[in-house]
């Protein structure tokens, strides 16, 4: 049997269904907060079982007869080592036999400050004694373009990312990669830097949406305290804001780029282009 955590949020949901590509729903359990979510999976004959990343004996009792896990990092920055450890005991307790755990491209040497609670994660998994592969995932383009509206709205794109240069990739390119890792043997004891095919600048990234859109963007570089205050005077929370600051920084610094092209090496397909992920938001 082969369980994924947060099975219903957004890169969950998209590895769960490319699973069900390839494997019969009675081999997938879905692990999640609130099983009404799940229903569709329910209805399609996948396991539903509720479990929190809090919660360590309900995780336990969720991953009972699981041989293969996908530990898809908690949304909860600041409480994701915790809430990590508590999934990665309840593993061991189930007798599970092999993880696989989205973390952050070259979270080992990443300037992001994001990356410290995955590289935590990252040694309680070495220390589990269960085999496990690393997902290092790059950016999400859907993380960017949720800026598009208001960058087409007001003609500017702000961010603090300088002349770094992105290697995004949509969370689908992502999902892809997750579900044959967890879905086939031979990747235990492999870490994967997972990243667009092509990059991008921002100001380059402002440029494509001009260009799509026929409305003048141009990109606004800010200082990370600046671009930090701008977000919340958007309404995002203070915490967000501040670590959307710091990741444009780390991707000033080149934290967002990789030109291995493991990703569509894993997957088979290329990756999503950014024009193409422009297109679609428009």
Sequence with gaps: MIAITGATGQLGQ????????THPASQLVAIVR???KAEEFAKR?????QADYTDQAAFTAALQGVDKLLLVSSSEVGQRAVQHRNVINA???????FIAYTSLLHADKSPLGLHVE??????????SGIPYALLRNGWYSENYLASAPAALEHGVFI???????????TRAD??????????????????????GDTSYTLAELAAELSKQSDKKVVYQNLSEADYAAALKGFGLPAGLAEMLADSDTGASKGGLFDDSHTLSKLTGRPTTPIAESVKTVL
Excluded at 91 to 97: D, H, I, L, T, Y
Excluded at 180 to 187: A, F, K, Q, S, T
Aim: charged content about 25%.
């Design 14 to 21: 998209l590895t769960l269904e490319a699973l069900l590509n």
């Design 34 to 36: 609130n099983p009404a």
């Design 45 to 49: 004959g996948v396991s539903v079982r």
């Design 91 to 97: 593993a061991k307790a189930a007798g599970v036999k």
């Design 118 to 127: 995955h590289v935590e994660t990252e040694k309680m998994l070495a220390e």
């Design 159 to 169: 961010g603090a990312a300088g002349e770094g240069k992105i290697a995004s990739a």
């Design 174 to 195: 992502y999902a892809a990669a997750a579900a044959r890792v967890i879905g086939e043997d031979g990747h235990a004891g492999k870490v994967y830097e997972l990243a």
